[in-house]
Each structure stands twice: as C-alpha cells, then as structure tokens.
C-alpha cells in the first residue's frame, strides 16, 4: 500500500517520460537523461508541484466555502458572480492581491518583515504534504507523522511574531503578542487531546490511527478530546471566537497590519491552509480519516479516488463547523481566552486522557464495539 | 487614590447557554436563509418580478419600498414627440433648470420644433415637468436604470426619450388635471401693456394682437406708457399649453373661464 504513495507515482511518472525522451536521444544524451540523479531531483519537483497545486485549490475553494457558508449564516448569499455560485472569485482576488505593488514601512526590519510571512506560508505547505488523505495520497509512511504534523504547526507563533515585531508597529507588535500567549496557552491542551487519541490507537502513525478507525470512529468514545481538540484547533487557527491576534475592532488588523498585496496573501492562504490542515487533522484523529463504516452502501465507497472524495467531505463538513462556530460566537477577550485555555481546557484534556486510558483497559463499549487489538 | 478598573462579569454563566444557544440560533438562521436568502441578486432578479410579488407584495404587509415597483413611481421620462406642442412648459417648470428645449426636425423653418432634452445629471425625479406639460406627453415611467459612462450620455436628447416612449413602459398616470371650468386664457385687461410676448411665444400662433382705441387722457392725467393693443385668443385653436401665462411679464393672463 505505501508502495503507491504519491510521491512514487511522481518517482513512477518522472522515469517514464525521461526514459521515453531518452529512447529517442543520440548517445550521450540519452544516457545523461536516464541518469538516476535527474530522475530524482525532477520527481521531487514533480511531488512539490503536485502538493503545492492540491493545497492552493484546496485552500481557495475552503475560502470560497466559508464565504458562502458564512453567507447564509448572515442572510446574505455569499460571492455570486465570478464562475459557478461566485467559485472562482477567490482566485479573481487572489490575482489582484498578486498584482498589487509589495511594499514595507520605512523602519521596518527588511529580513523578518519579508521573511515571517514566507516562512509562516512555507511551514504550512510542508504542513499539508506530511499528512496522508488516502491511501494513495501520503507522503511515505512515517513512524511519527502525527508528531511531525503537530511540530510543525507549532512554529506558526514564531514567524507570527517575528513579522509582527519587524513591521515596527505597535499594533501589530501587540497582535504578534497575543498570538504567541495564544497558541501556546492552547497548544498544550490540544496536544494531551492527540495523547488520548494515541492512547487508544496506539501509534503516532497517522495511518495506524486511520486504519485503527476502521471499525468505529474515535469521536465516539474520545468525544471530551475532540471537544478540547476542537476547541484548540480554533485558537491555534485565530478564528473567531478566539481571533484576538487580529482582532480588527481594537488592533485594526493584527499581526499583519502592515502588509498589504502578496505578502498579505501569503498570510491569508497560510491562515486558510492551517484551517484545512487543522481540518484534516479532525478528520483523521477522530472521524475515521478516509474510511467509512461499515454500513455504508459498496458503490459509494469502491470507486476510484473515494478515499480522497470520503476524506475531503468529511474535512470540509469540519470546516463548515468551524465557520458556524464563527457565526454564532462572539469574541472572547484575552484575560478569558487565557482563563479558559489554562483553567478549563487543561483539566478536560486530562480527564480525556484519564477516559482514554480507561478506554484501553476495559477494551470494550457497549455502544462502540470492541477495540481491534489494543495498542501498546 | 484611584480603585483600579476591574472587568465585571457574571460568573453564573452556564457554557451551554453562552455557546449552545447562539449556536442552535445561527443554526436556524442557516436553515430558514438556505431556502429563503434575503438577497435578490440584483441585475438578474428584481423585486418587481412576479416570483416576488406575493412575497413582498402589498398584501404581506410590509413596509412600502420593499415591494415591486409602484404605479406612480417617478423613473426616467418618456416623451411622445408626435404630440408635444414645444409649449415650453415642462422646462419653466423644472426647479433644476435641467430641461433645455432642443430643436427637432419636423417643424416649419419659421417656428422650428423645439421638445425638452433633459439632463438626468441634474434632475431630480421631481415629476413637476409631467404634471406641467398640457399635452400629457411627457410623463415618467418605471425605469430606474438609468447609470451611464460619463457625464455627456446623461443629457437624454428628445429622440432618446421618445425611444423610452416607444417601449410602452408602464407611466406614472399621475398629472394635475385643471377643473374642467377653467380652461380658458383669460386677460385683465387694465394690465396688460401690449408686449407682444404671449402672441410671439404662442406654440399655435392662436394669438392676434388687436389694435385697441387709445384713450383720450384727462386734464392732469397722465396715459400709461404702453402698445395700444390686446391679445385676442383664438380657443379653437388654443392647445392649453399655459405658456402666454408664463411668459407674460406683467402677469394678466389667467385661467378662467369665459362665456
Ligand atoms: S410641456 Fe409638454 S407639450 Fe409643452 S414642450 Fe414640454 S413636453 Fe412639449
Ligand atoms: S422631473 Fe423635475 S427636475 Fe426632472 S426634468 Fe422634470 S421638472 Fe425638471
Ligand atoms: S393662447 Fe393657448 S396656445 Fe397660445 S400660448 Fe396661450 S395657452 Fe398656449
């Protein structure tokens, strides 16, 4: 099964075209071509290309879900005009962002000015290629997907904060602050919520834990960590009700006050590529990832590519959560975000994980089954 | 010495309330604006389609202004060019001064055809031209849309308001309707001072200036100073369109009637 990774099929498709072009080539081209170094670098271009393409649509047409979600949540309909429902507005606006002139303040600090964004935007593409959406679609099976997943989402307050000090504004100096307070405050609860999860599925595989699933869905008996999961997943992404980094009624607008054109758009893809990240993570911890039960009918799950389809509903259902929870919430203030965040969720994640160990002992639940082959 | 500001809050709040309940509220809001948006996508659907009539029409019971266009709602004019007498009445009556009185073919060399072209820069849908004109051929329609590119395409030419005529678009029925007993010129005579101005202005040259037997002046009486003459107004030919009334500088001209 790993065997068919995305990137082999890249490796796959990359030595058949050069291997055709080669056939056709005098000698000592041919042979320059076939050459196994190029055959690797070309694929790992190939692989890059892929993700990049796969995360850029996936985060535009997320964008374009929420404004319409967050459409109906107002009464209002949402882009409308621009392809299909308003589909390809996003990317109209993505090309103006493209367009415009990129500037900095005079006294800001050019390196971590250009450099935070940049870095913030390139974390969480490596981000998207770690993580497995199907069978076919991983990187490799890593031993330690999910804790590589998790470090690298915890840079983000770095480069947050590095950008936010460089622009040498005080508003954003104090959003980049807030941000920082922010996710680590929640970090840790969030990350005792993936311990629960890797209690009962015994690995930091995430396909271990998706093939864990198989049987029934962690949501069910883990949902005290998936409250909590959530809960962080929503600090950590800075939406509403937890967006004080960027609060726009008091720090007009954050951490990215001063950037405006691409680099803002880095910021604004980024953001949306954590949500999806942070989806998928959702996704894969607790509803089953790329399987479905049982139950469900053969032909909606034995077509090609169902496990991505399966997947990408699933992730994009979690996402329309995140936007309803936006709908509804107002914004917390900071003194109770970090109240809630050290008070509250700490506690509740280590009663999740106190229930996830119980879990584990007992082995079965009436309503859930038995668990496949207890972990560890 | 100063208390320190402190943020008061209740404490009793109950997590199931403050996150629950807006949540099932949005929810619901979701559910009802999935199937019913507020939103009419403008350009390609209109309050004034029938889908919406029974919904925001009259009989719903809202407010006035959301429901299909009304009856008298003052959009852009139409003009019949065919029946304008270019009376000029509809340009003294614009308080915007937005109406110029352009030539159009079809008149004789001597009086050419003069109709309003109007100004939409600067007009102010107050409808006081259509309910001027004597001929009901200037009345204003339905339309609305009226946004063009500079501000040239907003002076609306005669001819361009008789194409707005020509599409039968439903008209404001609206126009001040003089009593029936009052339809004709009448002079005060003692007034007037022969000017001429009424008989020259007269869109149907029904205005004869007649001599008048000038009066012999009394010892220590001084005459006025005027033309001896009168107008005598022909009713047969007379179209009602006022404008002697307006153009008569020393305002003797009324509406009356006469036996
Ligand atoms: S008031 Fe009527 S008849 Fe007179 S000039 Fe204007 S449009 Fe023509
Ligand atoms: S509607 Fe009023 S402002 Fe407009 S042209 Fe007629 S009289 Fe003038
Ligand atoms: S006499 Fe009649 S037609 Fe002539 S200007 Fe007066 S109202 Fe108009």
């Known amino acids: 099964m790993s065997s068919l990774s995305l990137y082999g099929v890249s490796f796959d498709l990359v030595h058949l075209l050069l291997t055709s072009i080669g056939s056709v080539l005098p000698y000592p081209l041919d042979a320059w071509i076939t050459n196994g170094t190029l055959v690797l670098v070309l694929s790992v271009l190939v692989f890059a290309a892929i993700l990049l393409a796969a995360s850029m649509i996936n985060t535009i047409v997320l964008i374009w879900w929420e404004r319409k979600l967050l459409g109906r949540f107002m009464d209002r309909r949402g882009a409308m005009h621009v392809g299909y429902a308003g589909l390809l507005q996003n990317f109209a606006d993505g090309l103006k962002l493209f367009r415009k002139h990129t500037f900095k303040p005079a006294e800001a600090d050019t390196l971590g000015f250009f450099s935070g964004p940049t870095a913030y935007m390139v974390t969480s593409m490596i981000l998207f290629g770690v993580l497995p959406i199907s069978t076919g679609w991983n990187s490799g099976s890593l031993p330690l997907s999910l804790l590589l997943a998790l470090a690298i989402f915890s840079f983000a307050p770095l480069f947050i904060f590095v950008s936010a000090w460089s622009s040498n504004n005080k508003y954003s100096l104090m959003g980049g602050m807030r941000s920082a307070a922010q996710m680590i405050a929640y970090e840790v609860p969030l990350l005792l919520a993936v311990v629960a999860v890797v209690i009962v599925s015994g690995s930091f595989d995430l396909t271990t834990i998706v093939t864990e699933q198989q049987n029934y869905w962690f949501w069910g008996p883990l949902f005290l960590a998936l409250v909590v999961f959530v809960a962080g997943m929503l600090a950590e992404m800075e939406r509403i009700p937890f967006d004080l980094p960027e609060a726009e009624a008091e720090l007009v607008e954050g951490w990215n006050t001063e950037y405006g054109g691409m680099l803002f758009a880095f910021f604004m893809l980024a953001d949306y590529l954590r949500g999806l990240v942070g989806s998928f993570l959702v996704v894969l911890l607790f509803l089953g990832g790329w399987t479905m039960p049982s139950w469900v009918p053969g032909a909606l799950t034995n077509f090609p590519l169902a496990g991505i389809f399966w997947f990408l509903v699933k992730t994009y259902l979690v996402f329309g959560l995140f936007v309803w929870i936006r709908a509804s919430l107002p914004r917390v203030r900071t003194d109770q975000l970090l109240r809630v965040g050290w008070n509250r969720m700490i506690p509740l994640s280590l009663a999740a994980v106190f229930l996830a160990a119980a879990l584990v002992t007992v082995k079965c639940l009436p309503v859930f089954g038995c668990l496949p082959s207890p972990g560890v | ?259």
């Open chain 2, 1 to 259: 010495m100063t208390e320190p500001l402190t943020a008061t809050e209740k404490t009793s709040d109950n997590p199931i309330l403050w996150v629950a309940k807006p949540m099932v509220t949005a929810a619901r809001q979701f559910a009802r604006s999935l199937l019913h948006p507020s939103t009419v996508v403008y350009p390609f659907e209109r309050l004034e389609d029938p889908k919406f009539r029974t919904e925001v029409g009259i009989e719903s019971g809202k407010p006035i202004g959301v429901g299909p266009i009304w009856d008298n709602y003052r959009g852009v004019h139409a003009l019949n060019i065919d029946t304008c007498i270019s009376c000029n009445l509809c340009a003294f009556s614009c308080p915007d001064l937005c109406i110029d009185m352009v030539t159009v073919p079809g008149g004789d060399p001597k009086h050419p055809k003069k109709c309003p072209q109007i100004d939409y820069g600067k007009c102010s849908y107050c409808g006081f031209c259509s309910d001027a004109c004597p001929e009901g051929c200037l009345s204003m329609t339905t339309r609305y849309e009226l946004s063009v590119h500079s501000r040239r395409e907003m002076v609306f030419p005669p001819e361009k308001l008789f194409g707005i005529y020509q599409q039968k678009l439903p008209m404001n029925p609206i126009r001040v309707e003089r009593p029936a007993n009052e339809d004709r010129i009448v002079l005060e005579p003692p007034l007037c001072i022969g000017c001429n101005a009424c008989s020259r202005d007269c869109p149907t040259n029904c205005i004869t200036m007649m001599e008048i037997p000038k009066p012999e002046a009394k010892p220590g009486e001084k005459l006025p100073k005027r033309i001896w003459k009168e107008p005598v107004i022909n009713d047969s030919d007379c179209v009602r369109c006022g404008t002697c009334i307006s153009v008569c500088p020393k305002e003797c001209l009324f509406w009356g009637s006469r036996k």
